[in-house]
């Protein structure tokens, strides 16, 4: 028998043009076993839509498995708007796609609900959240809980932290954006070396500040931690036996080509930290305070609780020779097929 716990089978995708900006929304919601799906709103530039319906269903399937690992009693889903390369959006054209993408949330009748992602922030969030409620991390002023960014770098750190104590290990960070950039701060703070890159030039002038390292070539930087903070994608075959890092563990969204590159990892001998489980934190404090009125503190704690599903994970893989993929993802799997087991009990 076939289920959703299967990562490869969607329930629901809604491809559009959107009407008023006339752009390609995809939403794709790919498991709402364990509860109503979530998943980020992506603004990003494709060569054609048809590259961001494959990013969206990937993107989606990983947020089954980061909220199952978790412990969230959500699916996994994610929206997706392919920019045609060299679009500008100006305010009107911006506006108008968050509410192409408002309406086709409003559409799936609370099924989903988004939130931000690379290329959108709180603000975008206020400008969808015209159109609909199944929106998170709206502006504080605006009755959300404001920016993921904070609590997905406290989830990295608290991974990072599980791995080894972070003072004197020297970690490559890869990506200076909103969550790699509060991973250096707190990381150079801790006594730790940094070696960093962004695509963003501008991003040395942090790194000075910091005592960091610029290097060109981070994915083969020499490093004890590998943190990708960027695009997903970075670890392939070709990259893979390039690398010069112990452990790999990061914030960015499907950091593997494909899953078969987790046997590559292991096969070097590279710890990799699934990244599903690592970058959970926005979506844990996101919902905590949002759905579920816990206090920043008592949300904060449960982004802590990142360091103690990592090292089930990771003790797993080790006791029973598996990757950490495997591992996690057999976690997600039980979390789901309980949950299914239990609903046909009903
Ligand atoms: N970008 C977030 C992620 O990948 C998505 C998100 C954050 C969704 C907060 C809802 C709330 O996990």
């Not at 929304?25 to 364990?34: C, G, M, P, T």
């Not at 305010?91 to 968050?98: C, K, N, S």
């Not at 926005?282 to 919902?287: L, P, Q």
């Amino acid at each position: 028998m076939t289920t959703a716990s299967n990562f490869d089978e969607f329930e629901r995708v809604v491809a559009r043009r959107g009407v008023r900006s006339g752009l390609p929304v995809i939403v794709a919601v790919h498991s709402s076993a364990l509860g109503q799906a979530i998943g980020g709103c992506r603004l990003a530039p494709y060569p054609d839509w048809r590259d961001g319906l494959t990013d969206a269903l990937r993107l989606s399937a990983a947020m089954t498995a980061k909220c199952a690992v978790a412990g969230l009693p959500h699916g996994g889903a994610k929206t997706v708007v392919a920019l045609p390369p060299g679009t500008t959006l100006d305010t009107g054209l911006r506006r108008a796609v968050l509410h192409d993408v408002g309406d086709t949330i409003e559409s799936l009748g609370g099924d989903y609900a988004t939130g931000p992602d690379v290329g959108t922030g709180p603000d975008d969030m206020a400008v969808i959240g015209e159109r609909t409620d199944h929106v998170f991390c709206r502006p504080v002023g605006a009755g959300g809980s404001g920016d993921s960014s904070g609590p997905t770098a406290e989830g990295v750190l608290a991974a990072l932290a599980a791995l080894a104590p972070v003072a004197g290990r020297r970690f490559a960070i890869m990506g200076l954006g909103r969550v790699g950039a509060h991973v250096a701060r707190e990381l150079a703070a801790s006594g730790a070396e940094l070696v960093v890159n962004d695509v963003d030039d501008s991003r040395r002038q942090l790194a000075a500040e910091l005592g960091a390292t610029w290097t060109d070539d981070i994915l083969t930087a020499e490093a004890d931690v590998l943190v990708p903070a960027a695009l997903g994608g970075v670890l392939t075959a070709a990259t893979v036996a390039r690398l010069r890092c112990a452990e790999i563990c990061g914030p960015a969204n499907n950091q593997l080509d494909r899953p078969a590159t987790a046997d590559l990892l292991h096969e070097r001998g590279i710890l990799w930290a699934p990244d599903f489980v690592v970058s959970a934190g926005g979506v844990i404090h996101a919902t905590g305070v949002e759905l579920r009125g816990e206090t920043e503190a008592e949300a904060t704690a449960r982004v802590r609780g990142i360091a103690g599903t990592l090292t089930r994970a990771l003790d797993s893989a080790r006791r029973r020779g598996i990757t950490p993929l495997a591992a996690a993802h057999e976690l997600a799997r039980a979390r789901i097929d309980s949950a299914r087991q239990a609903t046909m009990a009903a």
